[in-house]
């Protein structure tokens, strides 16, 4: 008879008894298998507040946000310092999470439930955010409690069949009673997209909420302080600050795929992807870790 080991036997043992791994308590694969390789690395030029972090293929970057100043900076792939974005007009101080579209286009989440697009490129100093100068996104509800509004952001890329999706998290907390765990989800309009055609998008702005964030996070998280996608599954990755961990999620059900436990000193903000499928993640107030899958 065939002998299995590791987790071949623990799937087998699933398949046999009728369920699977994360209905028998147990978290297999994906997360688990990212390792540690790089960190903390230190951001010098960041004083405090590391929030968000995306990889913008277009111009090679990472784009960090510095939250409570309104920020950008970037840095090549080895972490290399090469510069800074300010922010202007019509955009809130408190910028929490990144996340980066095709192309050179850059989507900034305020903790007021504004998401912000901007075009930008490689000598970009600024970014207006005046709604008759860049496009902006309302998402509503706005967060019940100060300072507990969008802390993540994400986007499911398009294809043929469907347009690029935003999923934006909000924040919770074991903290207070009223603040929730939330994503919500909008699929960026069409006609706008390709041109940053200044509009305010509001009331023409259709929010779907899929799943009970608290529901299907709890005993796994306490909050939510960024999020990416997986690129290679379209699974939620969503970190959290209060529990110090990682985890996996299918985004249309809110089901807990797998996760992964961090450093329990660290204040973890933000995650993502790197060119080489790296998982990122930006902690407070000026560190990086980098984990890579086990071979």
Not at 20 to 31: A, E, F, I, K, N
Not at 47 to 68: E, F, H, K, R
């Amino acid at each position: 008879m065939r002998r299995f080991t590791g987790i071949y036997f623990k799937l087998s043992l699933f398949a046999l008894i009728g369920c699977s791994p994360v209905q028998s308590g147990v978290l297999t694969g994906g997360l688990e298998d990212y390792r540690l390789v790089k960190g903390p690395i230190v951001l010098a030029d960041i004083p405090n507040n590391a929030s968000g972090i995306c990889w913008m293929d277009a111009l090679s970057q990472y784009l960090v946000v510095q939250n409570n100043a309104g920020i950008i900076y970037r840095y090549d792939q080895d972490f290399n310092y090469l510069g800074k974005i300010a922010k202007e007009g019509n955009i809130h101080n408190d910028m929490e999470g990144l996340a980066c579209l095709p192309g050179s286009r850059l989507l900034v989440a305020t903790e007021i439930s504004q998401v912000h697009k901007f075009n930008i490129d490689a000598n970009t100093q600024k970014i207006n955010g005046n709604f008759d100068v860049s496009q902006a996104y309302i998402v509503k509800p706005m967060p019940l409690v100060s300072n507990k509004g969008l802390e993540g952001i994400a986007i499911r890329r398009s294809d043929n069949e469907q347009p690029i999706r935003v999923y934006v998290g909000e924040e919770g907390g074991s903290a207070s009673t009223k603040s929730k765990m939330s994503i919500r989800y909008f699929d960026l309009p069409k006609d706008n997209l390709s041109r940053n055609a200044p509009k305010h998008f509001e009331k023409d702005l259709d929010v779907h909420v899929s799943f009970d964030a608290e529901k299907q996070f709890r005993g796994y998280i306490t909050d939510l302080a960024g999020m990416t996608i997986d690129p290679t599954t379209g699974h939620l990755i969503i970190v959290s600050q209060e529990s110090h961990k990682a985890i996996e999620v299918n985004a249309e059900t809110g089901e807990v795929l797998s996760e992964l436990m961090l450093d329990p000193k660290m204040e973890y903000e933000g995650v993502t992807f790197g060119p080489d499928n790296e998982l990122v993640f930006v902690i407070e107030r000026h560190w990086l870790e980098v984990y890579k899958r086990k071979k």
